[in-house]
């Protein structure tokens, strides 16, 4: 296990593009092949937080993860982080919805999440769950992780916010001197047969990314859906899914990826 874990933020501008079940379901897959990872919710509507089974977490009172982020030397990130039964989570909490004010008047505003997980050390992997939205709090993962997992669906509206994600991340590279990298896109809740916008759109991925990253493709399936609202990943669900050996692949793709 490498002192530093890796770290990916999953992120969209888009929100329905299944964001959070990407993060959890890649999560669990990374915990499946024996990965310990620690699942990151920065999204004030918390629902990755509920997906994992934590909905008490997220309006409980201090110290949470919008006190760490108000003042990230003052706070440990072992001391917000609850136990799941597949990884660790470090849960959003209803507080965090007017933390974009707080790091616009703030100093460093966009580096809050950096200074908090600068000492994080046991997890081989660190995945952050964004929010749906270019604001402080997705820049705040995108400086922290600079590794970024692209979660679309195969619609026409996912090119314009495919666009303006690596628009941001450039304005990012540019005014930070960071190194920001788009290391995969994944396709999610495809549904077969395809219609005519899910054939183009998937074909006009392959076609944009194919030659830089990888493009995976997760169809649509009712137990993902049943295991997330069970508080799991599919991994740690009772029922068997046929997407399960692409959730693995994908974490093998970014195990093999670690420095």
Known sequence: MSNKPYRLAVSNQKGGVGKSTVALNIAGALGERGQNVLLVDLDPQGYLTSGVGLDNEYTTPSPNLNDALKAPGEHAVDDLVVAHEEFDVLPANIDMFSLE?????????????????????????????????????????????????????????????????????DSLEDNFGASIQEEALVVSNVDYPL??????????????????????????????????NAGHSIFGHDEECDQADELLRIADYFIEEQP
Do not use: H
């Open 101 to 169: 004010q707080e790091l616009v008047s703030g100093m460093r505003g966009r580096e809050r999440l950096s200074m908090l997980l600068e000492d994080v050390t046991g997890y081989d992997f660190l995945v952050v769950d964004c929010p749906p939205s270019l604001g402080l709090l997705t820049d705040n993962a995108l400086l922290a992780c600079e590794n970024v997992l692209i979660p679309a669906e195969a619609e026409d509206t996912s090119i314009r916010a495919v666009e303006l994600l690596f628009k941001q991340i």
């Open 195 to 228: 219609d005519g916008e899910q054939q183009g759109m998937l074909e006009w991925f392959d076609d944009t990314f194919s030659d830089r990253i990888p493009v995976f493709e997760i169809r649509s399936r009712a137990v993902i859906k049943r295991a997330f």
